[in-house]
């Protein structure tokens, strides 16, 4: 019998957004930590601040936002699962 990995549900919302400028910006929650992030997608540039507990989204939330993102509208909120325990 296999074990299920665990997984946490990371909460965002859309604070600006500009396609001319080539950027998305947010905010992510996950269980006690919450962070902004600028997502200057033309340049493919992620800045997830504060630093406390950033090695935990970045990667998980890139990958949402690439395959998410013209779905994403400022005011928005949304959510997606990380494999992971956080």
């Known amino acids: 019998m296999s074990k299920r990995l665990p997984e946490t549900i990371a909460y965002i919302r859309i604070t600006r957004q500009s396609w001319q400028q080539g950027k998305i910006e947010g905010d992510v929650q996950v269980s006690d930590y919450e962070w902004e992030f600028k997502w200057e997608f ?27 993102d013209y779905q994403l509208e400022p005011g928005g909120d ?3 699962t990380i494999r992971a325990e956080i």
Not at 55 to 65: C, D, T, V, W
């Open 42 to 68: 033309r340049k493919g540039e992620l800045l997830v601040e504060p630093s406390r507990g950033r090695a935990l989204i970045k990667e998980p939330l890139s990958r949402f936002l690439e395959r998410c």
């Open 78 to 80: 949304y959510c997606f």
